[in-house]
């Protein structure tokens, strides 16, 4: 099985070969790892072609986390494509628990990521411990997203069947995963994570204001109402989108879910 790994990246020069490394040290070897820098203004692709040069580095400009995941699996060569955010790093058996979900029939897979709160402090995990899901999971998704590109692997050809990411810089993968999970079964690998995320003041998800939350909304709104949803999914998540937009902003998505989860909406 050819696995390919993308990686977006944008003026993170050490945290990009920090996530590159991580790749390098799995077991289970990938074929290829493709880093796609959106248009950095540093040292980035620099430091990533003198540090790691069997790396292929595509240079894009400002397209955005999603459209540069799919201007990498464009150019990827593996039946099989991961995701790695540059601020994010792959945990050991990383890769192998990946394939081996991916070997019981499922076209996607996906696994625990804990994260590093470096925002509010302290430590959590998505989805949380007894929360996952595997087979049909269009209906928990159009609730919440539970899973991040950094833990997941899906086959080239369902990725290219729903069209890939989105544009922007929030919800792009929420919706994604929501196309995805209209056609396709995903499968868990498990309790154990297999991702360490970094919530940081430099994270897309940070800085959860009214204005960047409304374009999540939107954008997840569409996804599902170009679905076979039903109207109690679509009415949940209208639900969601309101109380959302009366209470105005958060510091992180984080502290957003917290809110979303203790009014019970989610």
């Known amino acids: 099985m050819l696995i390919s790994c993308v990686i977006p990246t944008r003026n993170r020069p050490e945290m990009t070969c920090r996530a590159i490394a991580s790749v390098a040290a799995q077991d289970t070897p990938v074929s290829e790892i493709i880093v796609v820098d959106d248009g950095s203004t540093d040292h980035t692709a620099a430091l990533v072609a003198t540090r790691f040069p069997e790396v292929r580095l595509l240079k894009r400009l400002g397209l955005g986390p999603g459209l540069a995941r799919n201007a990498g699996v464009a150019e990827s060569c593996g039946e099989v494509v991961m995701f790695l955010d540059s601020d994010d790093i792959w945990l050991e058996g990383h890769v192998a ?3 081996h979900t991916l070997a019981r029939g499922y076209p996607v897979a996906y696994g625990v990521t804990r994260n590093s709160d470096q ?10 411990s007894g929360a996952a899901v595997e087979g049909q999971c269009f209906a928990a998704l159009s609730r919440w997203c539970f899973l991040v590109p950094s833990a997941l692997a899906v086959e080239k050809e369902a990725f290219a069947a729903v069209g890939g990411f989105g544009a922007g810089d929030l919800g792009e993968d929420w ?7 209209q056609r396709y079964s995903f499968g868990f690998c498990g309790e154990e994570p297999i991702s360490l995320r970094h919530l ?16 999540l909304l939107a954008s997840v709104s569409l996804a599902l109402a170009e679905t076979e949803a039903l109207p109690e999914d679509l009415n949940r998540f209208q639900a969601l989108a309101d109380w959302t ?22």
């Open 97 to 99: 628990r990946l394939v």
């Open 175 to 181: 919706s994604f995963f929501i196309r995805l999970a």
């Open 245 to 266: 937009r009366r209470q105005g902003d958060w510091q992180t998505i984080q502290q957003w879910y917290l809110s979303l989860k203790q009014e019970e909406l989610i």
């Open 119 to 128: 925002i509010g402090g302290g430590e959590f995990l998505i989805p949380e």
């Open 200 to 215: 940081h003041a430099g994270s897309l998800c940070n800085c959860a204001d009214g204005e960047r939350l409304e374009s």
